[in-house]
């Protein structure tokens, strides 16, 4: 299965989730890309004039483009135990949860800052991320 995640490159949210992801994916399962990166948009495809996409977290996984908090809890599905277990999640009804999703995302600036640049991997995981 390839599995992308998109993340605003500039959020020192998005950027601690992403090392968050690499810390507990040991199967290297997750390859990544900034939202604002030339690869993202290949990637996103027709699914970006079919809906709005946001500006924060997108996964593409086999060319199925999952959003807000679907997106998050799949990622989360994918990582080592416990937070596998964040999955469950998934059972509160999905308006809830993109509420609460789009909350944190409206003040992610405000709350944990931002960068001038997208962040720039070490060349040990310099593979997982697309250019």
């Known amino acids: 299965m ?7 490159g500039v959020c020192n949210l998005c950027n601690g989730a992403i090392q968050f992801v ?16 030339a690869a993202a948009a ?3 495809g027709a ?3 079919r809906q709005p996409l946001p500006d924060s977290i997108v996964l593409v996984e086999d060319g ?6 679907t997106a998050a809890l799949r990622i989360a599905r994918g990582l080592t135990f416990p ?3 964040a999955y469950a999640l998934i059972a509160i009804p999905r308006p809830f949860r993109d509420w609460v999703y789009d909350l944190v995302a409206k003040n992610r600036y405000g709350w ?16 997982r ?3």
Not at 22 to 37: C, H, M, N, T
Not at 64 to 69: D, F, K, L, N
Not at 112 to 127: E, K
Request: net charge positive.
């Open 112 to 127: 944990f800052g931002r960068r001038d640049t997208c962040m720039v991997p070490t060349p040990a995981l310099r593979a």
């Open 47 to 49: 699914a970006a004039s």
């Open 64 to 69: 199925r483009v999952w959003t807000r908090s």
């Open 129 to 131: 991320f697309l250019e």
């Open 83 to 85: 937070w596998s277990a």
């Open 42 to 44: 290949p990637l996103l």
């Open 22 to 37: 690499i810390k507990r994916d040991r199967s290297a399962r997750f390859r990544f890309a900034a939202l604002q990166s």
């Open 2 to 8: 390839t599995s992308v995640i998109l993340f605003d």
